[in-house]
């Protein structure tokens, strides 16, 4: 389905609303809705999507997505959503497909919910964002699950880790924004992660802070422990050495003292070494306990109960770097139904992810198939040429033989 505005009722209780759907089964159409940024294109690093199912795929005609197609690229496109909206008192779901057809090794597969400011002709990294969501892999260190959300003007990264996945076949993000200010993130319709706005994310400063106006006592002791006044060094600690020589080493009989000088023998760790002398520890009797700074309240916090909240969603987009392209998205929906989002991921990926799974399992079965033949392809020939310079080494020999009986026969006839 093209994307479009959808309003319905379910069950005659509540009005769902689905703000954009993006199926891409339309053909070409999509390129009328997605528009592609100048940005990077005056030094030709922009790249350019394309319209497919894959290498391999459920369904040749309703797995189609765009897929990066170009390495080491930027890929910037955006569409527009209808008819932009609020998420205000009702929840906010973001859900979209990708797949890593590529075995990506370092590459974004996030996308992004954008204000109605954005001049789509020059979208760019550095565009304002209300939310980007979605895998991102670069080499061993990152293969997580973005979720970022804008909050008065700067980006917040969520405290969490949520890995991604990172194989080959087709995985369905979805983000779920509660209206009381918790979240829940999902892969393949698994919830992954969840909690609240407020604990995962740093959008609002600490309610308490410390009393500026107080200060640690000069006089407070808060060491629990103190050395003994009346313990004393005995005399003779430091006798003993830390290192001595190593009895059981010998001199070499090869040692010349008047061109090598004199000997002496390797030296060891002394078991007898006591280590540094130091007193032993009582319990301090000034002691205090740990001091604790008082707090109080931060004049900087407000609270805020519509952390969640965006007015004015008006764009969804792409903003990606790949080193090696071939990521395919499709099936992307902004809706307030959780509903709606698992109905379209029942659809699309559920119907297909088995077919698509054995598709891609044909595919690696024939390669290994393919593979081991030209092994023994290979083996065979090595064979066969081992075997031909086996022969040409006996015609070599005989060919020695016959040139030294031709030598002695024509010494004879000479005789």
């Avoid at 990708?98 to 090794?105: L, M």
Wanted: with cysteine; proline share 5%; glycine share 6%.
């Amino acid at each position: 389905m093209r994307a479009v505005l959808v309003a319905f009722v379910l069950a005659g209780v509540a009005t769902a609303t689905v703000f954009f759907k993006e199926e891409f089964d339309d053909g070409d159409g999509w390129k009328s809705r997605w528009i592609q940024s100048s940005w990077k294109k005056n030094d030709g690093s922009a790249g350019t999507f394309k319209l497919t199912a894959g290498k391999f795929y459920g369904d040749a005609e309703a797995d189609k997505g765009l897929q990066t197609s170009q390495d080491a690229k930027f890929y910037a496109y955006s569409a527009k959503i209808p008819s932009a909206f609020s998420n205000e008192g009702k929840d906010l779901v973001l859900q979209f497909s990708v797949k890593h057809e590529q075995k990506i090794d370092c590459g974004g597969g996030y996308i992004k919910l954008l204000p109605g400011t954005l001049d789509q002709s020059s979208f760019s990294g550095d565009s304002d964002y209300y939310i980007m969501f979605g895998p991102d892999v670069c080499g061993s260190s990152t293969k997580k699950v973005h979720v970022i959300f804008n909050y008065r003007g700067k980006n917040h990264l969520i405290k969490k880790d949520i890995p991604c996945e990172t194989d080959e076949r087709t995985h369905v993000y979805t983000l779920i924004v509660h209206p009381d200010n918790t979240y829940e993130v999902r892969i393949d319709g698994n919830k992954k992660e969840s909690g609240s706005l407020l604990d995962d994310w740093d959008f609002l400063p600490a309610k308490t802070i410390k009393d500026p106006s107080v200060s640690k006592p000069s006089d407070w002791v808060d060491e629990p422990m103190m050395d003994d006044p009346e313990d004393k060094k005995p005399a003779n600690w430091d006798a003993t050495p830390k290192q001595i020589a190593d009895p059981e080493a010998e001199k070499p009989e090869d040692w010349d003292d008047e061109s090598d000088g004199a000997w002496e023998p390797p030296k060891i760790d002394n078991p007898e070494y006591k280590g540094e002398w130091k007193p032993k520890k009582i319990k301090n009797p000034a002691y205090k306990g740990k001091w604790v700074h008082p707090e109080i309240a931060n004049p900087e916090y407000v609270a805020d109960d519509k952390i969640y909240s965006y007015g004015n969603v008006a764009y969804v987009g792409f903003d990606l770097w790949q080193v090696k392209s071939g990521t395919i998205f499709d099936n992307i929906i902004v809706t307030d139904s959780v509903a709606e989002a698992e109905s379209l991921m029942d659809e699309t990926w559920k119907a297909y992810k088995d077919q698509e799974k054995k598709m891609l399992d044909d595919q690696e079965k024939k390669k290994r198939e393919e593979e081991e033949a030209e092994r023994k392809r290979a083996e065979e020939e090595r064979k066969k040429n081992e075997s031909k310079d086996d022969d040409d080494d006996d015609d070599d020999d005989d060919d020695d033989e016959s040139d030294e009986s031709s030598k002695k026969t024509s010494g004879h006839d000479e005789l």
